[in-house]
């Protein structure tokens, strides 16, 4: 009996067998037509936002195609670098980060502790130096004939091997606008605009509490608060223009003022410019960044050509109210004067420098100078490659209490740009601007 009932169910078993058989084929088929329907994305890496672009430049090199490759570049950047930013901001906002200020404000502190007498503000000056860029033809008239101009000029002869006075005064532009030139004149110029200031209104340079110098204009600053002589800073100037020059012609470069608002996307232009640079333009360590801070609507970027090229042909992109290029032959204050940088390092070892009379502010801090005469050279040397923050310097300068008074300001040196940047970073301010003319 026992043996007659797993007889039965063996029989059920077989019976149920073809259907079982069945079924795994059937699954089996199923399974593998849904691995032929498999999405590509799904078993490979996902494809790159820019293969269709890729596509489109490797087969296509007209300049209209090429100019519209690139706005869809920016746009597919500028994307991605937000949400890149996004997530940082993110990421950062879960954790606080509490900064180590503390050295800057005791030392801030201690400043207010000391016990000072009471001066009037009005009646004390700041003389601030213009740099390259202000150049032109005509130029020292207004002060060859003050005390010691015509000997500075001497002086300038011997040392640069060439009659700058003659330059300045015949040109030709050209000329006058390289590097290898510029530098010196203004220089030159700017103390002897001190030395007519000096002639006219005494009391102004007497009574000067702080100076500050644009690039270039900052060792002419230096040498009017008696850190090293005039001789010793036209030196150090001329191993400066010579080297900048020289660095300038290595590379393809430029600079470009960007006019700027609350809608801008600065910082995501300039990484996508380098970004495309590296990818298209074969640039292997591109370059381009913010030179010059001049006020919170107008900055000025330098680097390769070929990034700048790429701004301005994508600057509405980002956000960019206008562009401008600037007459000059190099990225100065970026990476690619790493060379003359090295060149003023040895000029600068050469100098003999003491501390200054008189508070000096710095491109590189946007800071007074310290006492430290190896600080200051250091200083000096990095502002070939960093940018200029000359927004923050005027803002340093002339911080004060709503109801204290400003000093007299006067600008030493071709040109009234200083006087411009000073009305838009602090319109009180230049209410009690000069210029002195040369």
């Not at 003359?340 to 009379?357: F, G, N, R």
């Amino acid at each position: 009996m026992l043996l007659f009932r797993y007889s039965l169910e063996l029989c059920s078993r077989c019976r149920l067998l073809p259907q079982q058989i069945r079924l795994i084929h059937q699954s089996a088929y199923l399974l593998a037509r849904g691995i032929r329907r498999r999405p590509v994305e799904h078993s490979e890496e996902p494809a790159s936002p820019y293969t269709k672009l890729d596509e489109n430049l490797s087969i296509d090199n007209d300049h209209n195609n090429q100019m519209s490759a690139q706005e869809q570049f920016a746009r597919l950047e500028l994307q991605r670098l937000e949400q890149e930013s996004q997530t940082t901001v993110d990421q950062s906002s879960s954790s606080f980060v509490v900064e180590d200020n503390l050295d800057e404000e005791e030392l801030e502190n201690d400043e207010k502790k000391q016990s000072r007498p009471f001066i009037d503000p009005s009646t004390t000056s700041i003389i601030i130096f213009p740099g390259q860029g202000t150049q032109f033809v005509g130029m020292g008239q207004q002060v060859i004939n003050h005390p010691n101009v015509k000997e500075m000029f001497n002086i300038a002869h011997r040392i640069l091997g060439y009659d700058l006075y003659s330059k300045c005064i015949n040109g030709p532009i050209e000329e006058l606008n390289q590097t290898l030139y510029a530098q010196p004149a203004i220089y030159v110029t700017s103390l002897a605009a001190v030395q007519k200031l000096k002639a006219e209104n005494q009391k102004a340079v007497e009574n000067c509490v702080v100076t500050a110098g644009f690039s270039v204009g900052e060792v002419t600053a230096l040498v009017f608060a008696g850190c090293m002589t005039f001789e010793d800073g036209l030196r150090l100037i001329k191993t400066r223009a010579e080297a900048m020059q020289s660095a300038s012609n290595e590379v393809n470069s430029g600079m470009m003022s960007v006019f700027v608002g609350r809608e801008t996307k600065l910082t995501l232009a300039v990484d996508a410019a380098r970004e495309w640079c590296n990818k298209y333009m074969k640039i292997d360590v591109p370059c381009i960044q913010i030179a010059n801070h001049l006020y919170a609507e107008c900055k000025v970027l330098a680097g390769h050509k070929e990034a700048l090229q790429f701004i301005a042909h994508n600057y509405k992109v980002f956000g960019i109210r206008r562009i401008k290029y600037l007459p000059v032959s190099g990225a100065f204050h970026t990476p690619l004067m790493a060379s003359a940088k090295l060149k003023l390092i040895k000029a600068l070892d050469k100098i003999e420098m003491q501390p200054p009379l008189i508070q000096v502010m710095s491109n590189v801090t946007g800071k007074r100078h310290s006492n430290d005469v190896a600080s200051i050279k250091r200083s000096l040397s990095q502002q070939l490659t960093k940018c200029v923050l000359w927004e923050q310097s005027m803002h340093k300068m002339y911080q004060r209490s709503k109801q204290n008074t400003y000093p007299n300001t006067f600008e030493c040196g071709p040109g009234r740009q200083l006087g411009y940047l000073l009305r838009l970073n602090n319109n009180k301010a230049y209410q009690q601007y000069h210029h002195v003319d040369v």
